[in-house]
């Protein structure tokens, strides 16, 4: 019953996180298809009234004064709604517990959207009572919070377009980068698990506005896992849409009762193959780990080798196949299987770690990061992350990163 009931919750986890990355990509597409105003607002109005079953919701935006974008299940005009008396003051997503305003306690709660400080919009929204959808909000922090990202980006989409008319097209790439940035959120997880069996930390540090790099720990049961992190060839809006449409494509893979690491890998170069037509690649890798066997079964798909050490002795977790994209049909793909012993520890990273260069043009390479790990090993791994971005820092004085920098960190108790 105790594994049923993980895999019920984690297969409502991945299909929630389907939805949104479903949803993200809707408005994305209408986005960078130039599509009108009207048409993001219908889609965006469409997920909260028919896919999140909110049946009463006010959006107001500001440009030079506050006006309603959108007004759906309120009859008549809200008359008594000051936005700068009575939303102003919310900085953060917040029930609406009682109010002495009647306009505003018809809503359950409020959701700001600022920039720089700034307040661009807020949402208003109340959950349809007697007729729950799939996915009720007020259940879960999670759900606010896409909702919160749903609506920065149709806010900061709309802004792009009043500045594009107005042509300034600096300040329209600037606010498109952070369209892409809110949805790169979205591919990292929320929490890692800090317990008596893991200690997971990752730090992740873009070159650009919006990097192309991802990382991922995804719980299969209660005594498996997976640990993935992939790199990008590109940077930019680009980027971000092929790493979303592929974290997606690996969670629906997932998602399978059975499944097999080398079908996986095949399965993920034909959808890269497809989405980025042989323009990028995504070097990528995973692992698959078992708790009662200790064992590891991984698939290098030419990433950076994450090293595995037991503090003294480093080894490279090399075997498996060329990056995803590069080829119509991948030639080779040799899984590899090791044993974890107590207290290892397996660091995964992208490139721009061990590629980084001083003035003198030396590169920060491996040798570095595994004397750093070793010399520094009881840490836990939020700090060792925290010491190695530290010590690169160090490295590079006045340099500028070369890439995207990530550093996944696992303990294996």
Not at 204 to 210: L, M, P, S
Not at 262 to 289: D, Q, R
Request: negative net charge; charged residues 30%.
């Amino acid at each position: 019953m105790r594994r049923d009931s993980i895999i019920k919750e984690l297969n409502e986890e991945l299909k929630f996180k389907d939805f949104e990355l479903n949803s993200l990509l809707e408005i994305t597409k209408g986005i960078n298809s130039d599509q009108s105003i009207d048409y993001l607002l219908s889609v965006y109005e469409f997920i909260l009234k028919e896919q999140l079953g909110l049946y009463k919701f006010v959006l107001y935006k500001k440009h030079k004064n506050w006006t309603q974008l959108i007004k759906t299940g309120v009859k008549g005009r809200i008359k008594n709604i000051d936005i700068e008396r009575d939303l102003i003051r919310f900085q953060d997503i917040t029930l609406i517990e009682s109010s002495s305003n009647t306009d505003l306690n018809q809503f359950d709660v409020v959701i700001p959207v600022y920039h720089q400080e700034k307040a661009l919009a807020f949402l208003l929204l109340k959950e349809q009572q007697g007729n729950r959808k799939i996915y009720n909000f007020t259940s879960s922090i999670n759900e606010l919070s896409f909702i919160e990202t749903l609506t920065n980006i149709i806010v900061v989409a709309i802004e792009n377009k009043r500045m594009h008319q107005q042509g300034l097209i600096q300040e329209r790439i600037k606010k498109e980068l952070e369209v892409a940035s809110e949805m790169q959120k979205l591919l990292f997880p929320d929490d890692l698990p800090s317990d008596k069996r893991l200690d997971l930390a990752a730090t992740y540090t873009a070159r650009h506005e919006v990097g192309g790099d991802y990382y991922d720990f995804i719980r299969i049961s209660e005594d498996e896992f997976i640990v993935c992190i992939a790199d990008v060839s590109g940077k930019g809006v680009g980027a971000a849409m092929l790493m979303a449409n592929f974290q997606a494509t690996i969670r629906t893979l997932l998602s399978f009762e059975q499944f097999d690491l080398e079908y996986l890998i095949k399965e993920l170069n034909k959808k890269v193959m497809k989405a980025a037509k042989g323009e990028k690649f995504i070097t990528f890798f995973i692992g698959k780990y078992n708790s009662k066997s200790r064992r590891l079964k991984y698939v290098n798909a030419g990433h950076n080798h994450p090293i595995l050490t037991n503090g003294k002795k480093a080894q490279f977790l090399d075997k498996g196949a060329i990056g995803l994209g590069m080829l119509e049909e991948i030639p080779f793909i040799e899984p590899d299987e090791v044993e974890i012993s107590p207290n290892s520890t397996l660091i995964l990273y992208t490139d721009g770690i061990v590629e980084l260069q001083n003035k003198a043009g030396e590169y920060f390479q491996t040798d570095r990061l595994i004397k750093l790990i070793h010399s520094f090993y009881p840490l836990k791994m939020e700090d060792l992350n925290n010491l190695i971005f530290s010590k690169l820092n160090e490295f590079r004085e006045t340099e500028d990163l070369v890439d995207d920098t990530a550093i996944f960190s696992c303990r294996i108790f």
